[in-house]
């Protein structure tokens, strides 16, 4: 038999295993930590009985992945939960933008833009499924649906801060503004708006759910797949170098280009150790998670009942606090993300205890301590939050990288969406998922379609493993 090892157990690695093993291919995975999941664990961090998540937490694209919707995963444990609201984006006057996946309903709520709310999103979000077969992988492969990409690819090829103008309300544009902000880069460079509208289109054709008990209940349910079809898993092996790997007919990294540098020890072809070498990280994450008596106290009651809120105030205030960070200088009011998962899933809390979690935008290994300035952001919102409080849980920027590796300088979507990068990661070749070293691939969101928990960056680079091996 067929014998591959994948290096690394975030959704990537776990979906490339998945795929390799449902074709017939011995899988090991092998994680350096004593817990599964990467970017998808979760665990008590602030009291007893309180699920947080560690990283990711709300999954549009991850829902409406085209791998992992063929898997069936809800066979093996995973059920996905909805909040009344799926996202809001308050302003200092009380109000907010709301977007629920209805596009109707949320086309009502924004009043005099909703027309061209649903002329912008409306076609895109209904092809949501050809779309995404288009563009979850290497943009320069033909698409199949051509004139449904390009409806959707115009507007997303735009900066943000331009395809915003074409709302007249502030709670339109800040609220399209924060979901394109998810790409943690200048909202004025060019392909900004694709995250954007994506997540938008993600959001009116599945919502934005979490899965019950947390998002490891994602890694957990990839787990019992592979292993039902005959791959193992092993934790606690930390692997420092490709020859201390048993032999395998193929190996797959769900490492950063960093990481592949390390562990490669000098193989990579000149080429591609430049490449990889030259490959850009963006601004880090700084996170708090707050165990919380009664929720969170939001002046507006969407936000209330909304599983996320963007903290960001309006899109002016939040292209200027992108600007900074991707400068390195840490903003006063730094963009925050704010998820109530347990407003879909009561699962995660103890009685009137809610853990609440968040992070913010901040430059790459900042080294200090921005917990106020998180704390401050949202009660700014939300007076009365402090009081609250019964726990608290921080994660410094500079300390991602000990959770996970490929978190270089506190880059939870491994690498900077620049215009260069969005297009071609993590080097210029017909297939990015191949290292130059034979039988060697990588598959961690450094390579396309980036950053997010679909899995699919696993899936193309499984694929691309199968046609070294003749399987494919």
């Not at 562990?263 to 850009?280: Q, S």
């Not at 996170?287 to 963007?310: F, I, M, S, Y």
């Not at 106020?372 to 009365?384: K, S, T, W, Y």
């Amino acid at each position: 038999m067929t014998d591959a090892i994948v290096v690394g157990s975030g959704p990537n690695g776990l979906a490339c295993a998945a795929a390799l093993a449902g074709a017939g291919v011995r899988v090991t995975v092998l994680e350096a930590h004593e817990q599964i999941g990467g970017g998808t664990r979760t665990s008590e961090l602030t009291l007893p009985g309180l699920l947080h998540d560690h990283c990711s937490a709300v999954h549009p694209m991850g829902y409406g992945s085209p791998y992992l919707r063929t898997l069936g995963l809800e066979q093996h444990g995973l059920r996905w939960c909805w909040a009344p609201v799926d996202l809001a984006h308050p302003l200092d006057d009380g109000s907010a933008g709301v977007m629920v996946r209805s596009i109707e309903a949320t086309a009502a709520g924004l009043g005099r833009d909703g027309r061209m709310w649903k002329g912008l999103f409306g076609a895109s979000a209904r092809a949501f499924d050809d779309i995404s077969e288009d563009t979850m992988g290497p943009l320069w492969r033909p698409p199949r649906h051509p004139l449904r990409l390009a409806r959707f690819g115009i507007p997303a090829a735009m900066p943000a801060t331009v395809l915003a103008r074409a709302f007249r309300t502030e709670q339109a544009r800040a609220l399209f503004g924060g979901v394109a902000a998810h790409s943690f880069s200048p909202l004025s460079w060019p392909m900004t708006s694709a995250i954007g509208v994506a997540m938008v289109c993600a959001g009116h054709a599945y919502g934005w759910p979490v899965p019950e008990g947390g998002s490891q209940a994602i890694a957990n349910a990839l787990a019992r797949l592979i292993t039902e079809h005959g791959g193992t898993i092993q934790t606690g092996v930390r692997v420092g170098s490709l020859s201390e790997l048993p032999r395998a007919d193929a190996v797959v990294l769900d490492l950063a280009p960093r990481g592949v540098l390390e562990i490669a020890e000098g193989r990579l072809p000149a080429r591609v150790e430049r490449a990889y070498r030259r490959y850009r990280y963006g601004p880090g994450a700084y996170k708090v998670d707050l165990a919380v008596q009664g929720g969170v106290p939001w002046r507006n009651e969407d936000c209330r009942r909304a599983g996320t809120v963007h903290v960001a105030g309006p899109l002016a205030e939040l292209a200027r606090t992108e600007r900074e960070n991707n400068r390195g200088r840490l903003p006063a009011r730094p963009m925050t993300l704010v998820g109530q998962q347990y407003l879909a899933d009561p699962t995660r809390s103890r009685d009137d205890v809610h853990p609440v979690w968040a992070y913010a935008h901040v430059p790459n290994g900042y080294a200090g301590d921005a917990t106020d300035l998180v704390i401050d952001g949202i009660e700014r919102f939300a007076p009365g939050l402090r009081e609250r409080i019964l726990a608290t849980s921080v994660r410094r920027t500079n300390e991602w990288e000990a959770y996970n590796a490929n978190f270089v300088g506190g880059d939870i979507i491994t690498g900077a969406n620049t215009p260069w990068q969005f297009i071609v990661r993590p080097r210029l070749a017909l297939d990015p998922y191949a290292t130059g070293i034979p039988g060697v691939f990588i598959c961690s969101a450094a390579t396309p379609p980036g950053g997010g928990v679909h899995g699919m960056g696993g899936y193309h680079a499984a694929q691309s493993a199968l046609r070294h091996l003749g399987a494919g």
